[in-house]
């Protein structure tokens, strides 16, 4: 999987998603392992919201995992 992001990252004005590529491998695999009933559609879900996640967003549109489950930078900072 990691190669595949290193081969897109190579291309032409995506050099920015070499910042990404252990962030993203890690939480595909956090999204598999934090659903322990294995339901594939929860998987996908919160492999999903790593687009949000890049954006500093927490809340996502998709009601199989709505929201993340760790405190906001703002949160963290009270």
Same mark, same amino acid.
């Given at each position: ?13 995506? =050099? ?6 252990? /962030? *993203? @491998?890690? +939480? ?12 594939? =559609? ?6 999903? /919201? *790593? @687009?949000? +996640? ?25």
């Amino acid at each position: 999987m990691k190669a595949k992001f290193l081969k897109l990252a190579a291309q032409k004005d995506c =050099d920015a998603l070499y910042l990404w590529i252990k /962030s *993203i @491998v890690s +939480h595909v695999y956090w999204s598999a392992q934090s659903t322990p009933d294995g339901n594939g =559609d929860v998987v996908v879900a919160k492999v999903r /919201s *790593i @687009v949000n +996640h890049i954006q500093n967003k927490h809340v996502h549109e998709d009601p199989l995992y709505a929201k993340c489950n760790h405190p906001t930078s703002y949160e963290t900072n009270k």
